[in-house]
């Protein structure tokens, strides 16, 4: 017959959160190796010595994991989905009739612990990945990535130069028609200090500016989505977020503007552990945050007693500075230089010894002198011929055109540093590290902003931002390290080792006790 099933609340007389649980379960397993009692001693300065308890530091770490681990961003949605789940309360150390601490208490909370408290968690976790034999440390692959930032392009305001606003930006810049009004969505109160409001960018910026505007503003409200998010021209030059004053503007190929964070990610390529994360500006290279990411990173493996060798990066990270940078600290790089990088001009020959080049017709063209290019404030040297010399070859105006006199021309100060890197990158090493970097460290910025909240932050600042990165990184190789153990204890590896160790010391005893009957008194008997 058919069945009918009643439901009628009963008052349990005996349950145990501990039995309901399965021993098999994630959160449990993870409760049994992970120890963050220190957290205990380390956070305690930033409390008082009376008032209402606050929320247990470990509670609170392990409530934000649990948010990254589920890919939780709201804190609102992070307690209610806590609160029906029997493995995380197990997990954090509720039962079912405690209620977990209010959702704002976690946000209060994170703001009160500095970055170093944040950090501290990571290198621990990374800690347990190195005593569980994950990270080799020999080869650390490094890439970045935008992360939306908890701010709106509507938002946008005008920066305002300290003389009058109105005439200056009439004369310096074509106003599109968004910008001559007001901002679409009204910022609720404006965070930005007075020198993040104040127009910066010199008189050959705005100019350069107000031709990219000329072409932009042309046919602008006319064009389709014109109405749209990101659909107007826009620059950090000319523009600030007083939501979020520490976002800047960036763009991708083929995507509309957004204000971001830069994620500056290094992985290690044996098990893809995450080795250092860190937030920067969206508007900065990434040629210019590498001997940050170093200097960290190294010390981070050297406390952890692993060496260094290969820094694998992408063309971004490519300048003389970071190749003489990485040379003088005992690192091989292997960084693709950019395709604007010349040894010299075509059929010149460099003499390395006497540091001069030799033409085509075998003219010398001496080095004259080294200086810092203003355009990106690199360091290069100059190398200049005479007039003299080039005013009889026969291709000279081919060589000088019209109006030169003489040969003039400029080289980077590291010639020497890229053509060793170059050599590197083109070797078979080089193509092997290049495939490593492919399907290490890009893998993982997919998983963290896929599946680990990280596809935007939602708090407000970059010390925020680079905690949430610094969470999103903890959920990911504590991950990693709950799947390594596993696989190694399904696998048998232990038992393996076990049985060999065991046969060993079984055969050890047997010999000593059939030693006195070896011997060739027992024999000749």
Sequence with gaps: MQGTKIFQEKLFLQFQLSERVPEHNFYRRLKEVLD???????????????????????????????GYLENITSDRKLISHCSMRLDILYFLGYDID?????????????????????????????????????????????DSAPVKANASMDTLELKVPEEDLEGHLRE??????????????????????KDQQTLSASTKELQAIKRRNAKWAKDQDARPGAGAKGSRYTSNKTH???????????????????????????????????????????????????????????QRLWKAALVWENCVADTGYSSGENYAFLEA????????????????????????????????????????KVFIEKKNNTKKKEYRGSKPLCLDCPVRTACLGKTAQEKKFTVTYYRSEYERNIARVESNQGRYMKGKRQSTVEPVFGTLTQFMGLRKVNTIGIKQANKCMQLSAIAYNLKKYM???????????????????????????????LKPFKTPEFLSV
């Excluded at 010149?348 to 085509?360: G, L, M, N, S």
């Design 329 to 368: 600290i005992g690192l091989k790089s292997f960084i693709p230089a950019h395709g604007t990088y010349k040894g010299g001009p075509d059929g010149f020959t460099y003499h390395e010894k006497e540091d001069y080049y030799t033409c085509p017709q075998g003219q010398i063209i001496p080095f004259k």
């Design 172 to 193: 310096i810049r074509n106003i599109s028609h968004r910008d001559k009004q007001k901002p679409l969505r009204q910022s609720k109160a404006n965070k930005a200090d």
């Design 483 to 513: 799947k390594f153990i596993e696989k190694r204890t399904k696998s048998g590896a232990g038992a393996h080792t076990l049985y060999f160790s065991a046969k060993n010391t079984f055969y050890k005893v047997i010999n000593m006790l």
């Design 36 to 66: 963050l009692e220190f957290l205990y001693k380390l956070t305690c300065p930033y409390y008082g010595d009376s008032g209402q308890k606050s929320i247990d530091p470990v509670v609170f770490f392990k409530l934000c994991l649990v």
């Design 240 to 298: 600030y977020s007083p939501t979020d004053p520490d976002a800047r503007i960036s763009v991708k190929p083929g995507k509309a503007r957004k204000l971001n964070y830069l994620s500056q990610l290094t992985v290690d390529t044996a098990n893809h552990v995450i080795s250092d994360i860190k937030a920067y500006h969206a508007d900065g290279k990434d040629s210019q945050h590498l001997p940050d990411i170093v200097k960290r990173v190294k």
């Design 98 to 142: 405690e209620e977990l601490p209010w959702h704002s208490t976690i946000s209060r909370t994170r703001q009160l612990f500095p970055e170093a408290v944040f950090e501290s968690v990571f290198t621990k976790i990374f800690e347990l990945c190195v005593s569980a034999g994950m990270v080799a440390g020999h080869t650390q692959t490094i």
